[in-house]
């Protein structure tokens, strides 16, 4: 056994030295008790060879996983479980589900994964594999997967000359969607660098052995460049930190196989430490050995780690190695093994100094936090632009106070519509304005999971020493929705570490009932809420938020659900809600608290001019005035 593409053999004693490190240790866990007798089943007698989103993705895994615990541990129950998972694979017609001018084959998604999955499978399993199907993966990388990868860059650089992409009608596993215009959206979003992973593992597999790798080569090379020169200024990631770790270990893993194995050294595109910096800004440390993010778009956890690893090493980066000591960043096999192979353990693990407490992430999110430990808070608005994977969430806020999410963005949302899940996009599931009980304009999914036409304008942004202002005006996504909206203007008050006031102010062109939501978080079932004097109480195992509310109008709270088909209880939210008027404003002053600690007191009075508020709370005295004669409210601390 002589692997190249990724590592050498002199370098396997450092990578299992670096799988007993406690920062490996979930993971390793996780990789040795894989359930071998259910994979073998599922290759035996339950895989589809027309469904190439969970079966073949399912079936690439395994193989991944058994030939590096092959490599690892010398196992030789791994062996006839990765041959038969590569006989499966083998036995696809194509790699992906898209085809162009309805006859070749499109390697938008699965296919460079697939690719990337197979080629270096086989590098770590030398010998092991016959030469029967290492022929045949050299015939379908070359004349099929390749091609593919390689019409699929193709048709995101150059949008005009595609000939159509429709889906693969001999398909199945996902909802049908409208793909026509998807050259043009992938163009700018993580499936550009998915694909060319395809080109790049192809590349550096059939280098001298097949006419076209050089090609495939400096064609990956080309995508990655430009991909490059459209990031952000501030090393963000619009389509938020889940997509940041998926899109990013890939352009890693692209990076590395085109600098190893065919002479190209493009690790200066990117500011790569700047993004580890990004990745710490979004996390929130938590309780049970559990690391939490800033969730927007389709996220549920902290990035992983593979590309962390990476940067880590090529940079010697403190931060990222920080960040891999984080409970959850490595997780689970198979990318995960990436960054055991990547990890370098002579870096320094230590936290960045210099990363802010309070910054705007592209395209709009708003933090600010009180700091880094687990008793600090954090909170998070998100206003701005469209962009792939979002919600419908203009406007909206997450909470984190104590190790506990107090207001929170729902997690796991599916990405197909008919699913009752999928709910889980839309503005009733965020902690959000309502208008008439509907949310603001939200992409229905044709054209699968990219960006609306939704925008909130953030009017004034500031910050002190232990405060944070932001004012959100999103009356123009509601307007799309057909909406009567002038004004949706949230005001967000921070005063850190733990009081928050909330503004909401709508103004509308005719009368309608509008409600402010407040989601709570309940996926392990120990998030509660319920009714108080004034307002409610949301309580978690670590801490607690109490809010008062108080409005121009009569107002009525409830604690309602939302209908997700078997999971009801898990999404409770409070809800206030005013009746029709042209013109309503709700404030809520919420504290937070350890969950045994007293809460303060905060009151409230309205005049012409605004509102003012007063009280106490964890030792700190608050007096806020709010003038609201402006468009924008002019805030008094």
Request: charged letters at 25%; hydrophobic letters at 40%; proline letters at 5%.
């Amino acid at each position: 056994m002589n692997p190249t593409l990724l590592f050498d053999a002199s370098e396997l004693p450092r990578i299992k030295r670096t799988l007993k490190r406690p920062e490996f240790a979930q993971f390793w866990t996780a990789s040795q008790k894989a359930d071998l007798a259910d994979d073998l089943k599922f290759l035996t007698n339950e895989i589809k060879l027309n469904e190439p989103v969970k079966d073949l993705g399912r079936a690439s895994n395994i193989l991944m996983r058994c030939a590096f615990m092959h490599m690892i541990t010398g196992d030789e129950a791994q062996l006839p479980l990765a041959r038969l998972a590569l006989d499966r694979i083998l036995g696809y017609k194509r790699w992906d589900w898209i085809l162009e001018d309805g006859t070749h084959s499109v390697g938008a998604m699965r296919n460079g994964m697939t690719i990337t999955n197979v080629v270096l499978a086989l590098d770590w399993l030398g010998d092991h594999i016959d030469a029967e199907q290492r022929v045949a993966v050299d015939k379908f990388v070359g004349e099929i997967a390749a091609p593919a990868a390689q019409l699929a860059v193709f048709g995101m650089t150059h949008h005009d000359k595609v000939k159509g992409w429709t889906m693969d009608t001999e398909m199945t596993g996902f909802h049908r969607v409208d793909v026509s215009r998807w050259p043009e959206i992938l163009d700018k979003i993580n499936l550009r660098i998915i694909a060319t992973s395809g080109l790049a593992s192809s590349a550096a597999y059939l280098k001298g052995r097949h006419p076209d790798a050089e090609t495939w080569a400096q064609e990956a090379q080309a995508s990655l460049r430009l991909f490059a020169s459209r990031e952000q200024p501030d090393a963000t990631f619009p389509e938020g930190i889940a997509y940041w770790s998926f899109t990013y270990t890939f352009y890693c893993l692209c990076l590395e196989l085109l600098r190893r194995n065919c002479g190209q050294d493009d690790r200066g595109l990117l500011d790569f430490p700047a993004m580890a910096r990004y990745v710490q800004g979004s996390t929130v440390p938590a309780h049970d050995d559990f690391t939490d993010c800033i969730n927007f778009s389709d996220a549920s956890t902290i990035a992983g780690g593979e590309a962390l690893a990476w940067i880590g090493r090529h940079f010697r980066d403190t931060t990222s190695n920080y960040l891999l000591t984080l409970p959850g960043t490595v997780r689970e096999p198979p990318t995960s093994f990436w960054a055991a192979i990547w990890f370098d353990e002579t870096v320094p693990a230590r936290r960045a100094a210099d990363t802010p407490l309070d910054r705007i992430i592209t395209p709009g999110v708003v933090t600010s936090r009180s700091g880094w430990e687990v008793s600090d808070s954090l909170l998070s608005l998100r206003t701005g632009e469209p962009e792939n994977h979002e919600h419908a969430d203009r406007n909206s806020l997450i909470f984190f106070s104590n190790g506990e999410r107090l207001i929170t963005d729902p997690l796991k949302a599916s990405y197909n519509p008919p699913e009752s899940r999928w709910q889980l996009r839309l503005l009733p599931a965020h902690s959000a304005v309502l208008i008439d009980g509907q949310g603001h304009v939200y992409h229905n999914g044709e054209e699968g999971t990219n960006a609306s036409t939704a925008r909130a304008i953030l009017q004034e942004y500031r910050t002190g020493r232990d405060w944070m202002i932001a004012v959100s005006d999103a009356a123009d996504a509601y307007q799309r929705a057909d909406l009567p909206a002038q004004q949706v203007q949230r005001t967000v008050i921070y005063l850190k570490p733990e009081v928050v006031i909330i503004l909401d102010r709508v103004k509308l062109s005719e009368p309608r009932s509008v409600q402010a939501r407040f989601q709570v978080f309940n996926d392990d079932d120990k998030g509660q809420v319920a009714i108080c004097e004034h307002g409610f109480k949301v309580t978690r195992p670590h801490a607690s938020l109490h809010t008062s509310v108080a409005t121009l109008q009569t107002r009525t709270i409830e604690i309602g659900h939302l209908p997700i088909e078997d999971e009801v209880e898990k999404y409770p939210f409070a809800e206030i809600s005013c009746p029709a008027s042209n013109h309503h404003e709700i404030l809520t002053l919420a504290t937070a608290t350890p969950t045994d600690d007293t809460h303060g007191k905060l009151t409230c009075e309205h005049s012409e001019s605004g509102w003012h508020i007063q009280g106490e709370h964890g030792g700190r005295e608050i007096n806020v005035t709010i003038n609201t004669e402006a468009e924008i409210p002019q805030i008094l601390l």
